[in-house]
């Protein structure tokens, strides 16, 4: 299982919204709506930010969203803040009954 | 609260195995699942396998399958993961993360506080 496929790193100023992609196939990030999405400060565990695609766990800001199309999922951060610098990893359950993570994005707020 | 607490970080020898234990509370512990996620230095997320606390079945990466097994002691509320045939590519932070229920396709939802694995002749 190929890992899927993230940029290597975005960047935006603080109040700016920036965009994550993450390509899969049609065996996971496609054939299912359970793609989810991770922040990671460095040194620090993963935290769960976005699961099911779209749904977002109690106590995480509003400001990040997520949706899919096709192969492809998105996280969307609104009016980024300087806390929001991190890595940020997507994953998807797959064909297979494993899951894959993308090789993550880090975020620079500038 | 909902906790995963990791065991010690670990040094081995190539060839040699390891046995990291995650010890669950604050929930019931045979009604999710546990994953295991490996980050090797500088490196991105890698998903090792997953284990039912209900009923301890596994399902492993192809990557790790045969050097990997995964288990549960639902009497003390804990998982373990055991590799064998430690190799230095191996060496990577270790950690459990727990699924929001006991199917394979939910996502994780709280994650412990890793352990490192070093492994070093």
């Known amino acids: 299982q190929s890992a899927l496929t993230q940029p290597a790193s975005v960047s935006g100023s603080p109040g700016q919204s920036i965009t994550i992609s993450c390509t899969g196939t049609s065996s996971d990030v496609g054939g299912y709506n359970y793609v989810s999405w991770y922040q990671q400060h460095p040194g620090k565990a993963p935290k769960l930010m976005i699961y099911?695609?779209?749904r977002r766990p109690s106590g995480v800001s509003n400001r990040f969203s997520g949706s899919k199309s096709g192969n492809t999922a998105s996280l969307t951060i609104s009016g980024l803040q300087a806390e929001d610098e991190a890595d940020y990893y997507c994953s998807s359950y797959t064909s297979s009954s494993t899951w894959v993570f993308g090789g993550g994005t880090k975020l620079t707020v500038l | 609260q909902v906790q995963l607490v990791q065991s010690g970080a670990e040094v081995k020898k190539p060839g040699t195995s390891v046995k990291v234990s995650c010890q669950a509370s604050?929930?019931?512990?045979?009604?999710?699942?546990i994953s295991w996620v490996r980050q090797a230095p500088g490196q991105g997320l890698e998903w090792m396998g997953w284990i039912n606390a209900y009923n301890g079945n596994t399902k492993y990466a192809q990557k790790v399958q045969g050097r990997v097994t995964m288990t549960r002691d639902t009497s003390t509320s804990t998982a373990n993961m055991e590799l064998r045939s430690l190799r230095s590519d191996d060496t990577a932070v270790y950690y459990c993360?727990?699924?929001?229920?006991?199917?394979?396709?939910?996502?994780?939802?709280?994650w412990g506080q890793g352990t490192t694995v070093t492994v070093s002749s």
């Open positions: 099911d695609v779209s």
């Open positions: 993360a727990r699924h929001s229920g006991t199917s394979t396709w939910l996502s994780v939802d709280v």
């Open positions: 604050g929930y019931t512990f045979n009604s999710y699942g």
